[in-house]
């Protein structure tokens, strides 16, 4: 065994004791099977819409994932009629399968999401067969699924929305040759095959309204810079002495993510107003008020300086049971609705859809949810989020300290340029952020222990350091990159 290897599953080890646990337990096929079994007695439940479904499966319908993804929430269709042009958004419709009367549904609202440990399988929120029936992909259920389709038309010179928005129950198909990976999608632009131009031209199409929708939005925030972010990612070899490495995402593939960012960002922006319109303010929605915060920040700041501004002014999204704006997107309507698969919120909207879709022809149902539950259920968003937001922060610096420690191991002797600057000082803590290392942009959180600290902070100043050592991770950051910390401390003296 190479002392690469050794040295390897050192890190592996110490991940599967001390950062893997923090995601929770993973999901049991006996105990999945007993709530499935039960949830299946109450099927179709009140809020099914098992008829009169659109069939879009005349339309070509592509979805662009991460390789490997078995949970496909979303995917689109361009297409044109004698009317005009046409956006079909697309999203899965898991909760066709969940009766909210069940067990099934109540360990749902415990996990709240799918957590995703790094180089480990998916802890999934649903059960995998409720995953299966509802992934808008190829696989034992078929290619033809449920989904809730958002459809618009699309101005032929402007490539902006035009007209009426509509919100539809749907059919839609998904084969494997429409199945794409952000790197298929990307290399599709330049595939010559005639037998592929239907596909390239959606794309390509799919492509200019995103940059429309991102030009829309950018008139109303400067939060719409933030995707532009593209920091470089740990990617781990099949080979196990290879070890990981930092690999970034080319600008094309940054084009694709960014696309299907923007068909979320309209979807979940139309679904936030017509829950306020339809439910009188009433459901969940995902805000994020910065009092006026963003209209003072400088016009020509950076994606990477726009974030880091953001954490250091303390502005966070938040879930509530009643309406308010989300100033990072510039909507003043807001909800999670796009991963239905992954997020009790996104579920929690689904509901309520249909609620107001079938309560026209059915007066006597009644809502799924009191207005105390959906500010149980909000605060339960809120709270699990947090939590598994900064378990993916500690998760994060843990693979990029582990890749650094490879990086030397790989070539002793010769340093890590790493830049790092200061976000913050509130004694005793020093919190940095290390934002490029060698030439790959990242961001990983770094905090010192300091007594006392004079240095005038500056998002805008950057320090370079040369990494020669990575020690151990443990509970405290401090002596885990020696070489930083020394220069950082300095900065003050």
Known sequence: MSTTHVFDTIYEDDYSSRVEPLYGARRDAASDEILLSQNREHLPHAYSVAQDRVDFTIHDTYSIDPPGCEDADDAFSIFTTDEGLFLAIHIADPTEWISPDTSLWSDIKERVVTRYPSNRIPIHLMPKDIVDRASLMVNQYGDTKNAITVLTEIHPDTFV?????????????????????YANASAMLHDTDDARAAARTAISTGLTVAAALNAQRAEKTVGARLGDLAPSGVVFSSNPGQGPSLARADAAVADMQKMIAEFAIFANAFVGEHLKIHMRGAGIFRTCVTDGWIDTVATDIGSEELMAAIIVNGIQADYLATNASHDLVGMPEYCHFTSPIRRLADCVCHYLIKYIYLRTASTDLVTPFTNEALTGLADACLQVSKAMKKVQYRDTKFRLLQTMSHMLSFSPGEPIHTT??????????????????????????????????????????????????????????????????????????
């Open 420 to 493: 790092f600057f200061v976000i913050g000082y509130k004694a005793p803590f020093l919190n940095l952020i290390v934002c490029k290392i060698g030439d790959h942009q990242v961001s990983m959180s770094y905090t010192l222990r300091v007594n006392k600290f004079t240095y005038d902070i500056s998002l805008r100043e950057k320090h370079v350091v040369e990494v020669m050592r990575v020690g151990r991770i443990g509970k405290f950051d401090e002596g885990t990159l020696p070489d930083l910390d020394a220069v950082a401390m300095q900065l003050s003296a």
């Open 161 to 181: 929305p035009v007209g009426r928005i509509q919100l539809l129950f749907s059919m839609v198909r998904v084969t494997n040759q429409h199945a794409f990976t």
